[in-house]
């Protein structure tokens, strides 16, 4: 059985920083691309960042310059670096992960989401 497990999350004042973590385990094979999204109150979830298992990276626009993702592929891990936050950044925010694994004898490949972790930015 594959799991997501997200550290970090928290409350903090504008132009603070936060940095969450990911890890993943369980029968893993391996791990393509992962990333961070958020969901806010009322809003869908939408991609924040991403990183695939050669270390190219993708940010959406609004945290471009301010956050920055980062893998280490020998521990199955995922890291957000949120600087500079502001109150429009407050969300939920998931870690996601597309890997291969054993489930039982059969090797899958799949999307696997963290259980979600608050990120308050209030003064």
């Known amino acids: 059985q594959v799991q997501l497990v997200e550290y970090g999350g928290g409350l903090v004042r504008p132009d603070g920083s936060l940095r969450l973590s990911c890890a993943a385990s369980?029968?893993?094979?391996?791990?393509?691309?992962m990333g961070w999204y958020r969901q806010a109150p009322g809003e869908e979830r939408e991609l924040v960042a991403s990183?695939?298992?050669?270390?190219?990276?993708n940010y959406t626009d609004s945290v471009k310059g301010r956050f920055t993702i980062s893998r280490d592929n020998a521990k199955n891990t995922v890291h957000l670096q949120m600087n500079s936050l502001k109150p429009e950044d407050t969300a939920v925010y998931y870690c996601?992960?597309?890997?291969?694994?054993?489930?039982?004898?059969?090797?899958?490949?799949?999307?696997?989401w963290g259980q979600g972790t608050q990120v308050t930015v209030s003064s």
């Open positions: 996601n992960a597309r890997i291969e694994g054993w489930l039982g004898i059969r090797l899958v490949t799949d999307d696997y």
């Open positions: 990183i695939t298992s050669g270390g190219n990276t």
């Open positions: 369980g029968s893993i094979v391996s791990i393509n691309a």
